[in-house]
């Protein structure tokens, strides 16, 4: 099977995407060897995975100097599943690398129309992506949903804006997940109390992996 590159990208900070990072590689890792790629500078998914009193499930890797999407499928082709943890931004090279690179980019938006409008960039971006990787898929991952919430209108309003697919699967605002990272583990570890969140990113796995 070839590499999946999964590049978890958002250009405004504080959406999640570590947290989806982290979690979904420790799912993939179930499934085939994973790695995930720290390409923020913040090197927020390093410090997670440093910081556990358990290994995290999946090796945290940091690019040195440039890369291209060749170099990297080359540098990680023994890997199943590559999960690019993306910085906030869509000036840097490594932001515009991993849309060329990945075959699926996740856009984790918090359900607030505001926070979604603050990343409308991200589509033109996209197209921009698939005139060199016509199969690029991208979905928006609606993160923090309080449970038994409803969309508002101006949410519903703003998602048909964006022009995006939206995985039914959602991640919900959970203890778990803040608890996880701040044990630098995968909610995966967590036993029983992190079973919900898991059950989360299990959902989108299913989704993401169906045929």
Known sequence: MPTQVTAVINQKGGAGKTTL??????????RGNTVVIDLD????????ASQGSAPFPVPV???????DARSLRQTFRAFAYVV???????ESHASVQAL??????LIPVLPSPVDLWASLRLPLEIEEARRLRPQLQAYLVLNQMEPQSALSGAMTEALADFGLPV???TVRRRAAFRTAALDGVSVYQMGGRGAPAAADIEAIIHEILAP
């Open 21 to 30: 990072a982290m979690n979904l590689a420790a799912g993939l890792a179930r």
């Open 41 to 48: 500078p913040q090197g927020s998914s390093v410090q997670w």
């Open 100 to 105: 060329r690179a990945c075959d699926l980019a």
């Open 84 to 90: 690019l943890d993306c910085p906030p931004s869509l």
């Open 167 to 169: 995985l039914q699967a």
């Open 61 to 67: 890797k940091q690019l040195q100097g440039q890369w």
